[in-house]
């Protein structure tokens, strides 16, 4: 097991350094740094000299060697729009993103299970058809769009009955070390529920679907014909035997876009200014920042790697079958 | 007397407690779509980073509401030669941190500015030396005579030398050197307001400075800065009552919030000008059909583009009214507008179709067009309408339009033969636009003179207006250089865009045509 997980890490830098060439080498199209760098009024020569002190007329070869030699000492170099160091400016937007997307990947399971399960066990009811058309919604409807009518509902119209939902930031935030976590204020809770909402709903309704399908599936399978033969209550058969072996997909999936919907809360961030890594990243493409575009994509890849490692080890945990199989080759050994 | 003195003084205070606990404090809450890049006066000539500077940092002089330039940290100044700006400086003016201000701090800051990794050397291109000339007086010696200095320099902050002594901070920040400033994050000026908490790119919060040298023109007792990228996110903050002012709204939008009750929307013609350039340099353009010859060098050509473009109507469709249409290099606002010279021509295609056919194009050629689009307010979009507004007089325009980074890149090394640039003098005079887009480039001269347009005449008048004292003869220099350049057509200005401030309608502020929001000058009732 311990070998496993090294290989894996020991993989995991394989691909981050994978990531970190072909950022390199699309670098050389993200524009011109120094032209936010500077004023309008620096002449050219002040211009080509910083372009050449900060080794941008360096092929890309040599631009990618010179980040993994700063890289592999924990150097990630300076921000060229924000002039802090960039792992300080990470770290500083990581826990926002983090807490984001797991509220967003704990309400997309919280919900999406149970609502699979039901539409799975009860196809014609027409609760299942309500949850089906929602869901359909949340797949079709663009993230920004999703954003902004909830800003709409919430923040600027003044609807009564509906609570009244801050439209941008991450309001008062506690800080715990280095960390900083939104959870323990009222205003922080209040912030995090549009964009979590607005990012899991995609994922939530990818669960339904497929616990659905999975569970329409499983049901018609001969255990738990058996197991209802048995006589077995029915909420150990859906929930003991049924559920149990929907999982593995399930969690595949869950896990794969766990990793999505780190990368891909740029357009939530965005849309509601939440100061995380994603809005950080836009606003680096924008600039060409190319120290913080390099360190934000080897990170996230390498986000990629853990995820996986971890849906890997959960399959161990859910699915006996693996065990066996495992327990049964190093018999043989 | 001193009796009566105390019980005054117990009353001011008991009015203090008063409003302090029946009157909330009062907040100013505001957003922009990005943040300041710094707290460092010296890091980058930006308009916004230098305008939200200016809450903490005051410079010698600064403007009035009028743009006029007034006293600040300097009482008067005076040229006891052509060569010697003579600065008598406030006294009795403290730092933030409780140190005197004083001529050490002027040679200071000067010094600073002109540092490797300033950004604001520009603003003091023409200064020699500073001297210290006693403890409250400066003298700044220029290379040349230099009328104008008064006018490069509202934005040079004075920054407290022993506070930058202390923390490091002696020299700008220089992301070449891979570190960090202490000044980026943190500020210590003589200013109205205070940096509070800086949290880059979340939330910038200043609070009133008791000690300030001049009266307040605000209530404020905060000021809340947050960045708002989206335009949709920015404009629901003001709705929903989240922020007090935004700025800007994007023309989309103006509608929308002017009929929201208690929500404005301030309009003013910008600084900035939008125009377009041709490459007229080239003995054959880089990106055309025409193969041999430049069509550009042809004034005839020009003048067809000149009237092909219709002003108007990019007014009317794509500004939705917010611009001031012109065919002149500066605008109303700047030093050296003159009005009677604002005429801009009506648009005619057959005119434009037949002076191409003059000038040998009777078929129109091909040109390709580089133009940001996020950079300038729908700068795509203006571009979109002159592509086809060209098209009617058959100029086919292949519409480049990339992110400021890569158009920037593109245009500012010359490899372009047709683009769209914006241009703000810093200095608020016509003389800054003439030396950076009129003149014959040549470094460090004409740096965004990208079409390479040349005219002995233009650029001798360049060098006289630098250095004439007497404003009547300016001002003729000025129109005679403007005149040759627009009846050359030697760029084609498009206009200037408007300023689009939304606002709630208990904010009380002063609009200035320079887009720099005056923090001390807000009232909140």
Redesign the interface.
């Known amino acids: 097991m311990i070998a496993f997980v090294l290989r894996r890490l020991v993989q995991s830098v394989v691909v981050m350094l994978a990531v970190a060439f072909v950022a390199f080498s699309l670098f050389t199209?993200?524009?011109?740094?120094i032209?936010?760098?500077?004023?309008?009024?620096?002449?050219?020569?002040?211009?080509d000299k910083?372009r050449q002190?900060?080794g941008l007329n360096d092929p890309f070869p040599v631009q990618f060697a010179r980040f993994v030699g700063h890289a592999v000492q924990g150097?990630f170099?300076?921000?060229?729009?924000?002039?802090?160091?960039v792992g300080?400016?990470i770290l500083?937007r990581l826990p926002a993103t983090l807490e984001l997307s797991l509220t967003a990947a704990l309400l997309a399971l919280g919900i999406g299970v149970p609502m699979g399960v039901y539409t799975g066990l009860h196809r014609d009811s027409w609760l299942s058809r309500l949850f089906l058309t929602v869901s359909l919604i949340g797949v079709s409807l663009p993230t920004f769009l999703i954003g902004?009518l909830l800003?709409?509902v919430f923040?600027?119209w003044n609807l009564p009955f509906l609570p009244?939902l801050?439209?941008?930031?991450?309001g008062d935030v506690v800080a715990l070390g280095w960390w900083t976590t939104g959870f323990l204020t009222a205003s922080g809770l209040k912030a995090l529920i549009m964009p979590s909402v607005t990012l899991g709903l995609f994922q939530m309704t990818l669960i339904t679907r497929l616990v659905r399908s999975e569970m329409l599936e499983v049901m018609r399978t001969d255990y738990i014909k058996f197991a209802r033969a048995r006589g077995l209550p029915n909420r150990v058969v859906h929930f003991g035997h049924a559920l149990k072996n929907t999982l593995v997909p399930v969690i595949t999936i869950t896990g794969l876009q766990l990793g999505s919907v780190i990368a891909f809360a740029i357009i939530t961030e965005?849309?509601?200014?939440w100061?995380g890594m994603g809005?950080?990243f836009?606003?680096a493409?924008?600039?060409?920042d190319i120290p913080i575009m390099a360190a934000y994509l080897v990170l996230i890849a390498f986000f990629f790697v853990v995820i996986n490692l971890v849906v890997d080890l959960l399959y161990y945990v859910v699915d006996p079958r693996l065990r066996a199989d495992r327990a049964v080759a190093s018999g043989h050994a | 007397m001193m009796r009566m003195r105390g019980a005054l003084a117990g009353l001011v205070v008991a009015c203090g407690l008063v409003a302090a606990g029946g009157a909330p404090a009062k907040t100013f809450r505001y957003a922009t779509p990005a943040d300041m890049r710094s707290m460092d006066p010296m890091a980058l000539q930006e308009t916004f980073t230098l305008a939200t500077q200016g809450a903490v940092y005051e410079a010698l002089v600064r403007t009035n509401a009028k743009l006029e330039f007034e006293p600040s940290l300097a009482v008067s100044w005076s040229q006891p030669s052509p060569t010697v700006w003579r600065f008598k400086l406030r006294p009795g003016v403290k730092f933030q941190d409780g140190a005197p201000f004083t001529a050490d701090d002027v040679v200071f800051s000067f010094k600073r500015a002109a540092a490797e990794g300033s950004d604001v050397k520009p603003m003091i291109a023409t200064v020699e030396d500073v001297k210290k000339v006693d403890d409250l007086t400066v003298d700044v010696v220029t290379k040349a005579p230099d009328p104008i200095l008064i006018s490069e320099i509202p934005f040079l902050y004075m920054m407290s030398k022993a506070w930058c002594e202390k923390n490091g901070a002696v020299d700008p920040v220089d992301v070449r050197k891979g570190k960090e400033n202490f000044a980026t994050t943190h500020a210590n000026g003589t200013g109205p307001f205070i940096l509070k908490s800086r949290e880059v790119g979340v939330r910038t919060t200043f609070v009133v400075n008791p000690a300030w040298w001049d009266k307040p023109q605000h209530n404020l007792d905060e000021i809340v800065y947050t960045p708002i990228q989206n335009d949709s996110t920015r404009v629901a903050a003001l709705l929903s009552g989240e922020v007090d002012m935004i700025e800007p709204v994007p023309a989309q939008d103006i509608d929308r919030v002017e009929h929201t009750a208690h929500r404005k929307v301030l309009q003013a013609p910008e600084l900035r000008t939008i125009f377009l350039g041709m490459d007229q340099e080239r003995a054959e353009l880089t990106d055309s059909d025409v193969k041999g010859k430049n069509p550009f060098k042809d004034l005839r050509v020009r003048q067809a583009f000149q009237l092909a473009i219709d002003r108007e109507l990019i007014q009317r469709q794509i500004m939705r009214g917010a611009s001031h249409p012109t065919t002149l290099m500066v605008g109303p606002g700047i030093n050296g507008y003159n009005p009677a010279l604002d005429k801009p021509n009506k648009a005619d295609a057959a005119k434009a179709k037949q002076l191409l056919a003059e000038a040998g194009y009777p078929e129109g050629f091909s040109v390709g067009l580089d133009c940001p689009n996020d950079r300038y307010v729908n700068d795509e979009r203006i571009c979109q309408a002159v592509t086809s507004m060209l098209a009617k007089a058959g100029i086919k325009v292949k519409l480049n339009a990339q992110t400021r980074a890569q158009w920037f890149a593109k245009i500012l090394p010359r490899n372009t033969s047709f683009y769209l640039l914006g241009w703000t003098p810093a200095t608020y005079d016509a003389h800054n636009t003439l030396v950076s887009i009129m003149v014959t480039p040549h470094s460090p001269e004409g740096t965004f003179n990208l079409g390479g347009y040349s005219n002995k005449r233009v650029d001798e008048l360049t060098h006289l207006i630098q250095v004439e004292p007497d404003k009547a003869k300016r001002q003729a220099m000025i129109d005679e250089a403007f005149t040759i350049h627009r009846d050359e057509v030697g760029h084609i200005p498009l206009h200037q865009q408007a300023l689009a401030w939304g606002i709630q309608d208990n904010v009380e502020l002063v609009q200035l045509a320079d887009d720099v929001l005056k923090l001390h000058w807000i009232k909140i009732h």
Do not use: K, N, W
């Open positions: 199209y993200v524009g011109d740094p032209v936010g760098m500077v004023g309008q009024d620096t002449s050219i020569e002040q211009r910083l002190d900060l150097d170099g300076i921000s060229y729009r924000l002039g802090q160091p300080h400016v500083e902004i800003i709409m923040s600027v009244r801050p439209s941008f930031g991450r965005t849309v509601f200014q100061p809005l950080m836009i606003q493409v924008s600039f060409a």
